[in-house]
């Protein structure tokens, strides 16, 4: 039986989606941080379970083949939590999302050997995300530390673009500057919780104040020093005063500039405001986006129900002029989003509604050509996949973020549907996270 604090010799063979190795000791799984698939490694136990127990790398013996070694270097990898995969070479990394994808259809969808499609990586996998959410600490500005909620300064983030960097930098000498308040989670004091930031691709910035108040001190000439920055087009301030560690609040106050970001993908055009959702990573969102039109094969005149739709995107992205489009999505102030996004389109053959995607559907009284799905993580509620297959679309295109979801439901599924194609697109370098676009075609059709 292992020990905590005891040293041992291992072998890295797997990883997890979390980023841990995971070696194996006496019949014991041994998940060691910071560990890449092939590495032998000394590690010290921290922590002994049942089944499992947890080390810390202490010393890398001999290092895998399979850790990056583009020499792009992070100083803040071993405390952020955010890229868990930084030490693995790119190709590794598409490699075991690739392997995600296939062991969940596998194990909990109950698929045998299914054909999957190579997933879609990037070319250059850095510089990708087009939002931000910055933590704030009297010692500066940046993301939480690695389990844990103390802040880790960082000056600049292998996963922003390169303006949002100096923005950011530029952001934390004006509230040293002024002097503003920095919110404390425990005492419900100090004024700034956070900064989000939102950037398009033609390195245009939306900047977002989180506030437990009402107004930032000196409030005028921190607008004037913000907009000599050309790329700053607007500059929000959001309130929220209530307590705990939840960044964004539900009030958005413009304080100078455009209201809303724009953004194109492809021909179509998108306007973004604080709370819009919209994929992080605008360039292989086009990817995700031209696969599901590609699945989809939306005819002439046909019918679409696009289910979890947010804020319209991926209905609006895939539908030509004539395409009759019906969004759901649960959230009020998303569909309001959609129907200006359809507006700016020149969509006039689209409807977008507010409710539960189980609820609204039933209560439709069209013959969908195709129905996409977007659910959240957990996936999709049990009588939606019910009422599914009363419908009898002739084709699902079902886009997850969760392998485990997603195999669930598509078992689930498989009782009318048939799988036809299966395409992870990785939206998220550095991380574990993988999103897959799945075409069905109705058993009976």
């Not at 990573?281 to 086009?286: D, L, P, V």
Request: contains cysteine; negative net charge; aromatic residues 8%.
């Amino acid at each position: 039986m292992l020990k905590k604090n005891e040293k041992l010799m291992m072998h890295i063979d797997d990883m997890t989606k979390s980023g841990e190795g995971v070696a194996r000791h006496n019949g014991m799984t041994v998940f060691v941080d910071q560990g890449v698939v092939g590495d032998t490694v000394q590690g010290v136990i921290t922590e002994v379970k049942k089944n499992y127990a947890k080390a810390r790398l202490e010393k890398l013996e001999r290092p895998s083949i399979l850790r990056k070694s583009d020499g792009i270097l992070c100083p803040y990898k071993d405390q952020c939590g955010g890229c868990a995969f930084f030490d693995v070479d790119y190709h590794e990394q598409l490699n075991i999302k690739q392997k995600q994808v296939k062991d969940a259809l596998e194990r909990i969808g109950g698929f045998q050997d299914p054909d999957i499609l190579p997933i879609i990586g990037m070319g250059i996998p850095y510089h990708y995300r087009n939002k931000a959410q910055y933590k704030v600490s009297r010692n500066g500005i940046g993301f939480y530390k690695k389990g844990s909620h103390d802040v880790v300064p960082i000056q600049s983030c292998l996963t922003q673009p390169e303006i949002s960097n100096h923005v950011i930098e530029i952001v934390d000498q004006i509230i040293k500057k002024y002097g503003i308040t920095v919110y404390d989670e425990k005492t419900h004091k100090g004024l700034v919780r956070g900064v989000l930031q939102r950037t398009n691709r033609e390195g245009k910035v939306m900047l977002i104040f989180v506030v437990n108040g009402d107004f930032l001190p000196d409030q005028e000439e921190i607008i004037k020093e913000l907009q000599t920055l050309p790329e700053i087009v607007s500059i929000y301030l959001n309130i929220n005063k209530n307590k705990g560690n939840r960044i964004m609040g539900d009030e958005n106050v413009l304080l100078w500039g455009d209201a809303s970001l724009t953004e194109y993908l492809g021909d179509k055009r998108f306007e973004i405001s604080p709370g819009s959702f919209f994929q992080v990573n605008t360039a292989q969102t086009e990817m995700l986006y031209e696969t599901v039109k590609e699945f989809a094969n939306l005819k002439p005149g046909e019918e679409v129900y696009d289910l979890y739709c947010g804020t319209g995107t991926i209905g609006i992205y895939i539908s030509e002029e004539d395409t009759k489009l019906t969004g759901i999505e649960i959230s009020r102030e998303a569909v309001q989003d959609a129907i200006r996004n359809a507006k700016i389109n020149k969509m006039t053959n689209a409807q977008f509604l507010s409710g539960k995607a189980e609820v609204v559907t039933k209560d439709l009284e069209g013959n969908p050509d195709c129905i996409i799905l977007d659910p959240p993580r957990k996936g999709c509620d049990a009588s939606l996949i019910h009422l599914l297959q009363e419908l009898k679309a002739p084709r699902i295109v079902y886009v997850s973020c969760n392998p485990a979801s997603l195999a669930r439901d598509l078992k689930e599924l498989s009782y009318s549907y048939e799988i036809r194609e299966v395409q992870p697109v990785d939206l998220f370098p550095m991380t574990g996270h993988v999103e897959t676009v799945v075409l069905m075609s109705r058993k009976d059709t």
